[in-house]
């Protein structure tokens, strides 16, 4: 196994990780790993629409990462302005009022 092989399949195990996520912070974090771990396996394989793809998905990983992370109350909420209420998020506001 050669150490592209190796960045693939770690790339895949942190994609089927995503899934599993309900930490928006941590799903942006395992994202990027796998969009870097992709980006080696594309570049090891020479699969350009792969490494265009991953290196698409960085910056826009990195830019709601830093959103979050930048507004305590959307780590509260565990969501971005401007998206709907998850129910969650619905039911403890009315649950406080």
């Known amino acids: 196994m ?3 092989d190796f960045a693939g399949y ?3 195990a942190l994609v089927f ?3 599993y996520m309900k930490d928006i912070v941590l799903l942006r ?3 990027l790993g796998s969009n870097i771990a ?3 396996y594309a570049f090891g394989y020479e699969l350009a629409p792969v490494a265009v793809l991953h290196l698409a ?3 826009i990983n990195c830019w709601r990462l830093w959103q979050m992370l930048a507004n305590p109350r959307v780590l509260a909420r565990d969501e971005l302005p401007g998206q ?3 129910i969650q998020a619905s039911t403890h506001r009315q649950a406080r009022s």
């Open 84 to 86: 709907p209420m998850s």
């Open 17 to 19: 990780m995503a899934f």
């Open 10 to 12: 770690l790339a895949c």
């Open 57 to 59: 998905l960085i910056p």
């Open 2 to 4: 050669t150490i592209f």
């Open 29 to 31: 974090l395992v994202g």
């Open 38 to 40: 992709f980006i080696v």
